[in-house]
């Protein structure tokens, strides 16, 4: 199929190798410096556009998909106080948008897991539930995506807890995060249950971004032909 980079950094050059070797068409790549080639004949004929850009630009390049019908995959994180708006978009214009917060599949593996163990630990209140993430310091959100997605997970399913909080300490009802960035770490996520007798964890740690960008090309080749929001659940019929 077509498909359309938006972002060309680290992420967006592991996406174009393995659409590549999955026998796709590159027709457009927009970063920074070319944002004309939203009109150009290329970008126009993609069948997806796989973005993944910066918090900032990320729902004006949404907009501009959705002007030219292009259906959009999007990765960037930091700016889901306006996904109410795109889900609307796709309700009233016909328009398709495929989000995740983590495109890997291990990682949204371990979503399902963390909201099955929060389900059984609900009825365990002698552990105390907090979580730590790791990610490269180029990371700009913090807690990333994918922690607040864990954190979510959390909270639907232990009545204990009613808000994520990102710091060391707070109140009993906290769901504490402690969100640090060092080197060039891709992502490690482990929700930590406490109590005074012993630890239970679950742990995800990313290798490369490579599993995040297959992911991603998985998620253009599923909305091909589809209209609606769509996420990993979507897909993977957990």
């Not at 398709?96 to 983590?102: D, G, L, R, V």
């Not at 996520?189 to 995040?212: C, L, M, N, Q, W």
Request: aromatic share 10%.
């Amino acid at each position: 199929m077509r498909i359309a980079l938006i972002g060309y950094g680290k992420m967006g050059r592991e996406i174009e190798k393995i659409a590549l070797d999955r026998k796709h068409e590159i027709v457009s790549i927009i970063d920074i410096s070319n944002p004309e080639d939203f009109d150009s004949q290329g970008f126009l004929s993609a069948e997806a556009a796989i973005e993944f850009s910066q918090p900032q630009s990320a729902f004006d390049n949404y907009q501009k998909c959705f002007e030219r019908n292009v259906p959009v995959v999007a990765g960037t994180t930091g700016w889901l106080s306006r996904l109410d708006e795109v889900k609307k978009n796709c309700e009233t214009c016909n328009k398709t948008f495929f989000y995740a917060s983590n495109f890997s599949i291990g990682v949204n593996i371990f979503f399902a897991v963390n909201r099955y163990l929060a389900k059984i630990m609900n009825n365990f209140p002698g552990y105390e539930v907090s979580m730590e993430e790791i990610h490269h310091i180029h990371k700009l959100d913090s807690p990333s995506g994918t922690g607040i997605t864990l954190a979510e997970g959390i909270l639907e399913n232990i009545d204990r807890k009613t808000q994520w909080k990102e710091a060391t300490e707070g109140l009993p009802t906290d769901l504490l995060i402690h969100s640090k960035r060092e080197g060039e770490v891709p992502g490690i996520h482990e929700i930590f249950y406490e109590s005074e007798a012993d630890t239970i964890s679950i742990k995800h740690d990313a290798k490369s971004r490579k599993g995040f960008a297959l992911g991603a090309v998985l998620a253009a080749e599923f909305v091909k032909g589809k209209k609606g929001f769509f996420t990993m659940k979507d897909m993977l019929d957990f």
